[in-house]
């Protein structure tokens, strides 16, 4: 194919442009076609891939699906708290009960590993990491609200079996997206890279 003829002034006032909205900033009941989530999963696939073993796979909530995962992770967390002893926290059941229920489109992010492949598993943590940021990238540029979490089920050992997890299978978080409740885009701050980069020039 032909070089592609980049706009890099389009492609840096994306990147740096790109922010975290919660759900405190979502617009409620008001949801996000279902043909801009399916583009922003589209071109979570052109992610950098090691012997395009392609590790990504996505769940989808949405409407009636919101409910079912939010209801699902809170009384996974009630679960967890009896059978482990520990502290159950009426606020933190509320929570993971009411607030998926602010998104438009809720995805679970699974790193699925290829057998044999001989590929660290450190490569496939990464290039699904890459494919949220491109996901990332495309919501921020439709305007959208959306954060990468790693709250609820994420590290909890019980929810492995419920998301077809084996072996070195690891669920990765879950990413939100909404339109967002304001105009105002968030503001972004970074250090200089020049306290981040050394050169080696000899």
Partial sequence: MQRPDF????????????RSQFAAQYKENDPVEDSIIEEILENASWAPTHKLTQPWRFIV???AGIKKFADYQAELYKYRAEKNGTNFIEATYQKFKEQPLK??????????RTEGSGIPVMEEIAATAMAV??????????????YWGTGGPTFWPEARE????????????????AKPASDNWPEGKR????????????
């Fill in 162 to 177: 419920d998301f077809g997890l084996e072996g070195e299978d690891m669920l990765m978080g879950f990413f939100y997206v």
């Fill in 191 to 202: 250090d200089s890279m020049a306290e981040k980069v050394s050169w080696v020039r000899e």
């Fill in 61 to 63: 909530y949405a409407g």
């Fill in 103 to 112: 998104a438009s489109h809720v995805i679970a992010i699974v790193m699925k």
């Fill in 133 to 146: 940021q491109n996901m990332y990238l495309t919501a921020c540029a439709h305007g959208l609200a959306c």
């Fill in 7 to 18: 706009n890099i002034a389009e492609v840096n006032k994306i990147i740096r442009g790109r």
